[in-house]
């Protein structure tokens, strides 16, 4: 069993429609990140955070900890939302040297 | 900003030949890192490096070496190339945490390198 799992693993919106992404992770961590990979490779940091909520724009992500689970949501969303959204988790007590283990990703497309 | 080059973004090689993936990072982070990324199977890593010279294996170093001779580079060298091996390549660079490694590390990603081995 993958220590962080997302789902779903494809998901198709109208423009406009509100998103959430799920990500469950089965370690202890010091931090979860939310990261999007827009078609042609490029990987870009959205969210770091390790409890709690973070809002960025129409993108926000939440955290609990008891439960060991993060959602993002994408709020008024737009077809340049449409990437792969990964979720990744910093194990343990942050005595590592910052490694990541990642999620499959969730691939979204959002349809004018 | 943050920036991570990588050397190439397409690449063909043929089984056999030895290839070389370089990664420069320009924020005098301390950790490096180097991640094949596959359909269904996410990023894996491959290899690290928190410092110069210093190196150590991640979740699926076969077939795969590095080199940091220097803080702001960082390279992926496969010895004998195979087709296995054909993937997309990412490198990523993060600071060491104030209270020693890493107790917060966003990572900055490189654009990455899709090699293909024929």
């Known amino acids: 069993k993958n220590e962080v799992e997302q789902s779903p693993q494809n998901l198709t919106a109208q423009e406009g429609e509100f998103i959430t992404i799920n990500c469950s992770y089965s370690?202890?961590?010091?931090?979860l990140h939310w990261l999007q990979q827009h078609p042609g490779g490029g990987i870009v940091s959205l969210f770091m955070?390790?409890?709690g909520k973070k809002k960025h724009g129409r993108l926000i992500a939440t955290i609990n900890i008891q439960e060991k689970h993060s959602s993002l949501h994408i709020t008024a969303s737009h077809p340049r939302d449409s990437a792969v959204y990964i979720c990744?988790?910093?194990?343990?007590?942050?005595?590592?040297?910052?490694?990541?283990?990642f999620g499959k990703g969730t691939k979204l497309s959002v349809k004018p | 900003d943050v920036k991570v080059t990588q050397s190439s973004r397409y690449l063909v090689k043929r089984t056999g030949e030895k290839v070389f993936l370089e990664c420069v990072q320009d924020?005098?982070?301390?950790?490096m890192f180097w991640y094949r990324q596959d359909p269904g199977l996410g990023l894996r890593l491959i290899y690290f490096?928190?410092?110069?010279?210093?190196?150590e294996k991640g979740d699926i170093p076969e077939g795969y070496s590095v080199s940091r001779e220097k803080k702001e580079r960082f390279s992926l060298i496969l010895e004998s190339a195979s087709t296995n091996q054909t993937s997309m390549y990412l490198c990523?660079?993060?600071?060491?945490?104030?209270?020693?490694?890493?107790?917060?590390?966003?990572?900055?990603f490189g654009p990455g390198t899709r090699l293909t081995v024929l």
């Open positions: 490096s928190y410092d110069v010279k210093m190196k």
């Open positions: 990744a988790v910093n194990k343990g007590d942050g005595g590592s040297q910052g490694n990541l283990i």
């Open positions: 924020m005098d982070h301390e950790n």
């Open positions: 955070l390790s409890s």
């Open positions: 990523a660079s993060s600071p060491s945490g104030l209270a020693g490694p890493s107790f917060y590390n966003e990572q900055f």
């Open positions: 370690v202890g961590i010091s931090a």
